[in-house]
């Protein structure tokens, strides 16, 4: 069992950055895969970025070389920062963990990008 807490959502304008956070109850090490994903209203739920346990990493085309996905194993956390934030990327931001099987989501952070 894996309980995530995403953190770091808000309101910035075009242009400006944030940085996400996602706290899990355990170890992160041995978590086969973490993810951000991301909802906007009326939308379907997409894959944004992904690292593995071995520190491969995927990237959604609409934010490659703006966000960056990264770990800090020591913390049990995976961080999203974002850069250069568009309009279109305001949307319910998730973190998810795969597991051993199991899949665990947070309950979400808002991000609103606006002027």
């Known amino acids: 069992q894996v309980q995530l807490v995403e953190s770091g959502g808000g309101l910035v304008q075009p242009g400006g950055s944030l940085r996400l956070s996602c706290a899990a109850s355990r170890s992160i090490f041995s978590i086969d895969a973490m993810g951000w994903y991301r909802q906007a209203p009326g939308k379907q739920r997409e894959l944004v970025a992904r690292?593995?346990?071995?520190?491969?990493?995927y990237y959604a085309d609409s934010i490659k070389g703006r966000f960056t996905i990264s770990k800090d194993n020591t913390k049990n956390t995976v961080y999203l920062q974002m850069n250069s934030l568009k309009p279109e990327d305001t949307a319910l931001y998730y973190c998810?963990?795969?597991?051993?099987?199991?899949?665990?989501w947070g309950q979400g952070t808002q991000v609103t990008v606006s002027s």
């Open positions: 690292i593995t346990r071995f520190d491969s990493i």
């Open positions: 998810k963990a795969d597991a051993s099987l199991n899949t665990y």
